[in-house]
T-cell receptor, first 116, second 114 residues
Framework: EPEVTQTPSHQVTQMGQEVILRCVPI?????FYWYRQILGQKVEFLVS????????KSEIFDDQFSVERPDGSNFTLKIRSTKLEDSAMYFC??????????????FGPGTRLTVL | QQQVKQSPQSLIVQKGGISIINCAYE??????FPWYQQFPGKGPALLIA?????SEKKEGRFTISFNKSAKQFSLHIMDSQPGDSATYFC?????????????FGTGTRLTIIP
């Protein structure tokens, strides 16, 4: 069964450093998402991406964050200057269409980001 | 208004019993209500979902009950098994094409004891 993959599984970085989290969505999917989950809290939407542009972003997704689909398979989340509060599990998700009523968002296993 | 409130935070049920998790929402524009199951170290996985035009949906041991007037929906797990031990999240989204962000509840840690 196709699945969303994410690398690395765990990333440790120093505050102020840039990190890039990588995702490979399911191959025939067209809509891509990033969510994050701070330890013990709920999953929060960050950004959705379709047709090489951002569809929607949350208030969490400020100028320190960016997303890119650099080729036909990868989808990346970049945090330019990490803060302690960026420590969380970051999930990538993809769906075949953007129509949630008839389609499913499939989540990857996540990247645990630890900012020291 | 975008929040989805979920209860209880944790739940312990004996094997064979019924597990019930409740969610409530405010935004009447929500029109898709999925439940996700998450095991430790894994991403959330879709379990079952419902649209507001039906009041109940059943898939195997899992049932969603939906009360549109009360803006509440719940997950029932019948004959709960130890393998059901996981964290469950309710979620909601608005069906605008290309704008399907999920708003999650706070999660319920379910433990099924023998």
């Amino acid at each position: 069964e196709p699945e969303v993959t994410q690398t690395p599984s765990h990333q440790v970085t120093q505050m102020g450093q840039e990190v890039i989290l990588r995702c490979v969505p399911i191959s025939n999917h067209l809509y891509f998402y990033w969510y994050r989950q701070i330890l013990g809290q709920k999953v929060e939407f960050l950004v959705s991406f379709y047709n090489n542009e951002i569809s929607e972003k949350s208030e969490i997704f400020d100028d320190q964050f960016s997303v890119e689909r650099p080729d036909g398979s990868n989808f990346t989340l970049k945090i330019r200057s990490t803060k302690l509060e960026d420590s969380a599990m970051y999930f990538c998700a993809s769906s075949r269409t953007g129509r949630g009523g008839t389609d499913t968002q499939y989540f990857g296993p996540g990247t645990r980001l630890t900012v020291l | 208004q975008q929040q989805v409130k979920q209860s209880p935070q944790s739940l312990i049920v004996q094997k064979g019993g019924i597990s019930i998790i409740n969610c409530a929402y405010e935004n009447t524009a929500f029109d898709y209500f999925p439940w996700y199951q998450q095991f430790p170290g894994k991403g959330p996985a879709l379990l079952i979902a419902i649209r507001p035009d039906v009041s109940e949906k059943k898939e195997g041991r899992f049932t969603i009950s939906f009360n549109k007037s009360a803006k509440q929906f719940s997950l029932h797990i019948m004959d709960s098994q130890p393998g059901d031990s996981a964290t469950y999240f309710c979620a909601a989204s608005i069906g605008n094409f290309g704008n399907e962000k999920l708003t999650f509840g706070t999660g319920t840690r379910l433990t099924i004891i023998p």
